[in-house]
């Protein structure tokens, strides 16, 4: 029988945030991948450089790979350095990966990396969001259901 999944992810350094992602795009439903890295990305990303901002993910020959993620060379890689926007192999069982590219064709959701970060193992993790594009009138409620909130909240402060 499986282990049940934790529902939160266990993050211990949080290196990259794609902040944007939850105002441009709709969460459906998150990931927890792997990524195969050389030696030099990942010293890079424990010096917590490195940036998803407009980076996606996508399946290709049943694979599932992160698009134009940045992580910036090693200062101390001399010859044996990585290519800093090259494409990276995400690791995800094949369910998952079948389950992602369901989601992409039928319903046109989009691959999101939502962040980067290593996990309680020391190992380098992403977490991937099923997402749907917001439109502008949408983005406008997300905006103002935010500044309710916080005025909710603030009132409730002042208020008692």
Not at 55 to 84: C, K, T
């Amino acid at each position: 029988m499986a282990r049940p999944k934790p529902s939160a992810f266990e993050k211990v350094k949080t290196v990259a945030d794609n902040r944007r992602a939850r105002y441009d795009y709709f969460i459906d439903e998150t990931f927890e991948a792997g990524i195969a890295l050389t030696g030099t990305e990942v010293k890079s990303l424990r010096f917590g450089e490195g940036s998803i901002r407009e980076s996606y993910a996508e399946v290709r020959d049943g694979e599932a790979w992160l698009v134009n993620a940045n992580i910036p060379e090693f200062s101390h890689g001399n010859r044996f350095n990585h290519e800093p926007k090259r494409p990276r192999k995400l690791l995800l069982h094949q369910r998952e990966i079948e389950k992602l590219l369901g989601a992409v064709e039928r319903k046109g959701m989009t691959l999101i990396p939502l962040s980067v970060y290593f996990n309680g193992k020391g190992r380098a993790k992403v977490e991937l969001a099923l997402a749907k594009g917001k439109q502008t009138h949408d983005k406008r409620a997300t905006i103002k259901d935010r500044d309710w909130q916080r005025d909710k909240a603030r009132l409730m402060r002042e208020n008692g």
